[in-house]
């Protein structure tokens, strides 16, 4: 296929490299970054648009996703497909994929989970959403930059998963931090913790394959000094994410909302920018009631 790739950042890069290293003919735009080897550059996002059968966008956010769209839905061929990887707010993706079926072409929001270290294996998981057939058409490169691709159903949908996801797990990994340190503080080991609740109804993925406490369960951040996995700042933007959402719909999310409340204060007042987002359990070590 012919691909246009805009958003050449810490994510764009290695799935562009993983497209053009699979033989397919990739034109990559960015303002900042340049090019990897194997993708053509482009001057602008709407030269890399121009004849391509699918273009990706992966893009800090809405309003940016919202301008670029501007720029490059009008240079699309007719037929081809708008598949956005961001991770941007509900309402901004169906706008976009409004704005593409418009203008005869097919639109597809599929942001994903697993980070800059799935992104350079390949092994991305993707949510999407949007019609059968736009689905279908962008199938076959969900294959070669990820393990797992979703139909959610329309366009919309991979977004409303995707943030529902990361609520959950937000608010997950906070319980399991501050579960941690009640225990420390009740004189409970931390591996006879992990033990318990690893095997017992407490059990998440934050405790299990995540373990925010240091030498407990599998390799995770926390041995690594809570070096980003996936930062704190990046967590928060995925909680207001869903906190707009809720707004939007008007659903009552309490969790959520103590949840995007905590990861600000961790990001903006304290120390918690850069880090992983499981260092919220260093961040209640610290704290009394
Ligand atoms: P990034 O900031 O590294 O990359 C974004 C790129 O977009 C930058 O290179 C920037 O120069 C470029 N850009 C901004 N405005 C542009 C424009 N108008 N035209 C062309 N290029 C423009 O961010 P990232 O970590 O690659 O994340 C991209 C998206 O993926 C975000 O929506 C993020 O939430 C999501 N995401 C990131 C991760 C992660 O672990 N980094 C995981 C899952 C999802």
């Not at 699309?76 to 707010?89: E, F, I, P, R």
Request: aromatic content about 6%.
């Amino acid at each position: 296929m012919k691909i246009g790739f805009i958003g050449l950042g810490n994510m764009g890069t290695p799935m562009a490299v993983n497209l053009a290293a699979a033989g397919h003919e990739v034109s990559g735009f960015d303002l900042i970054t340049d090019c990897p080897d194997g993708v053509s550059k482009a001057d602008t996002a709407a030269q890399a648009a121009t004849d391509a059968d699918v273009v990706i966008t992966m893009l800090p956010n809405g309003a940016i996703l919202r301008s670029v769209a501007c720029e490059i839905i009008p240079a699309m061929k007719a037929g081809a497909t708008l598949l956005d990887c961001s991770t941007v707010d509900v309402q901004s993706a169906r706008a976009v994929a409004d704005d593409a079926i418009a203008a005869d072409l097919l639109a597809v929001d599929a942001p994903v989970s697993g980070g800059i270290g799935g992104a350079a294996a390949g092994t991305l998981t993707f949510m999407a959403g949007g019609s059968d057939e736009a689905f279908a058409n962008v199938n076959p490169l969900f294959d070669i930059m990820g393990q797992k691709a979703v139909h959610c159903g329309p366009s919309g949908n991979g977004q409303a998963a995707k943030i529902c996801n990361n609520m959950i797990l937000g608010a997950t990994m906070i319980a399991t931090c501050e579960a941690f340190a009640l225990a420390d503080k009740l004189g409970l080991e931390r591996q006879s913790m992990f033990d318990v609740v690893s095997t017992s109804s407490g059990y998440s993925w934050s405790m299990n394959a995540y373990c925010p406490a240091p030498g407990i369960g599998p390799q995770s951040p926390s041995d690594n000094d809570y070096q980003p996995g996936f930062a704190a700042e990046l967590m928060l933007k995925d909680l207001r994410l869903s906190q707009q959402a809720a707004e939007s719909v008007d659903a009552p999310t309490p969790m959520g909302e103590r949840a995007t409340e905590l990861y600000k204060q961790f990001v903006e007042d304290e120390d918690g920018l850069g880090s992983d987002f499981s260092a919220m359990l260093p961040r209640f070590e610290k704290m009394s009631r």
